[in-house]
Structures are given as C-alpha cells and as structure tokens.
C-alpha cells in the first residue's frame, strides 16, 4: 500500500517561512492527486491545498493563496508545500493526502507535521 510520510515542520516565528515535504512509498503515486490538509487544536481538519496530475492545477484555500505553494516532483515521489509569510493563525498539525486519478475521496494519509508559528 501507498505511505506517505510528512517532514519539514517545526517553529517558526511569524512572517517566517517553512517547507513541508511528504514523500510516498512502497507505490508511486502516479495519477494520483495530493492534497495537504491541517488541523488546529479543538479544530475540524480543514483543506489547505492540493495539486493535480494531468493537467496540473493547484488549488488553495483563501486563507492561504499568496502565501503558500504547493509542487511536486513525481521523479521523487514527493509533493511540497512552501508556506511564505506564516501567521500564527497557521499553526496546526499538517497532514498529506493522495487521491487516485479521478476520485474525490482521498485514500491515503499521512501521520501529520507539526506546524507552530509564534507572534
């Protein structure tokens, strides 16, 4: 099956940056579209972006657009979200996502990154 596994988290101060990496294996995720996802404390999990396969689009939140940046390399199996200009309001535990080539449901997920961001 499918694991991915998220790195890149941490501490940050506010108006700092980070890269949150998510790293697939035991299979590709060709055809696959991934998502990245957060949840503050007492929060639901909430969508932050994701990224297609063919054609590429990514999509983001409002809340994020203009700060963050998801990619991917599929050489690496890896997605990446660059998140600019971090707020406190960012903090959460971040997690990774893939949804197979035409579904709406996401099958995988990863364990999740801590994000903290202070004032």
């Known amino acids: 099956q499918v694991q991915l596994v998220e790195s890149g988290g941490g501490l940050v101060q506010a108006g700092g940056s980070l890269r949150l990496s998510c790293a697939a294996s035991g299979r590709t995720f060709i055809g696959y579209t991934m998502g990245w996802f957060r949840q503050a404390p007492g929060k639901e999990r909430d969508f932050v972006a994701r990224?297609?396969?063919?054609?590429?689009?990514?999509y983001y939140t409002d809340s994020v657009k203009g700060r963050f940046t998801i990619s991917r390399d599929n050489a690496k199996n890896t997605v990446y979200l660059q998140m600019n200009s971090l707020k406190p309001e960012d903090t959460a535990v971040y997690y990774c996502?893939?949804?197979?080539?035409?579904?709406?449901?996401?099958?995988?997920w990863g364990q999740g990154t801590q994000v903290t961001v202070t004032s």
């Open positions: 990224i297609t396969w063919n054609p590429v689009f990514t």
């Open positions: 996502a893939a949804a197979p080539a035409g579904r709406t449901q996401y099958d995988y």
